[in-house]
């Protein structure tokens, strides 16, 4: 059952993954890479690709947090804390990179988080393993998501591309996790449904 002081401590995490800077503990996958000469059209790209996945890494944050606090079992809790904290760690990489580029994050943010914190409340309600099955679709999902913006990324720029496929590999370690802790495959329909769910965001997020 979902108790005051459990609310209060999530509510207090939306706020600071909305409005406070995030931390990483690992270094920063491009620390030791230099910046790239790009002109003033592939910066645009690269910044408003990287405030993408900034904005992806906020509704991951909302996603896991909702999850977490309406599953059952205490190890698939401590399992989707564990993974939002490393969410936490992409929210710093990517924000830092935006703003070297000398982009702005989506002023839709909110937005994207209030949404999807109520999604992964909502998996959750469905049982353990749907809930982790919905995990496993949606990182499934933003791996192949990771996977474009490599290709789409000017080639030259390798401190966004390191970040990027860093972010990869930890999603795609979170799709596993959630499939071998016994996620159920979704249906059909409801892959799809997310599919056009994360177009709606990711389009938005480009421009704003």
Sequence with gaps: MVNLDRLIVEFDKGLRTLFSQAHSVRPYPDANLPDATMDEAEK????????????????????????????RDPAVQQKLQQAAQEETEHLAWTARRVHELGGHLSVLNPFWYTGSLAIGAAAGLLGDKWNLGFLSETERQVGEHLQSHLARLPQQDEKSRAIVAQMHTDEIGHADMAASLGGAELPQPVRVAMKLNAKVMTTLSYKV
């Design 44 to 71: 645009s790209n690269a910044a408003a690709l990287m405030r993408v996945n900034h904005s992806g890494e906020i509704c991951a944050q909302a996603l896991y947090q909702g999850q977490a606090l309406t599953a």
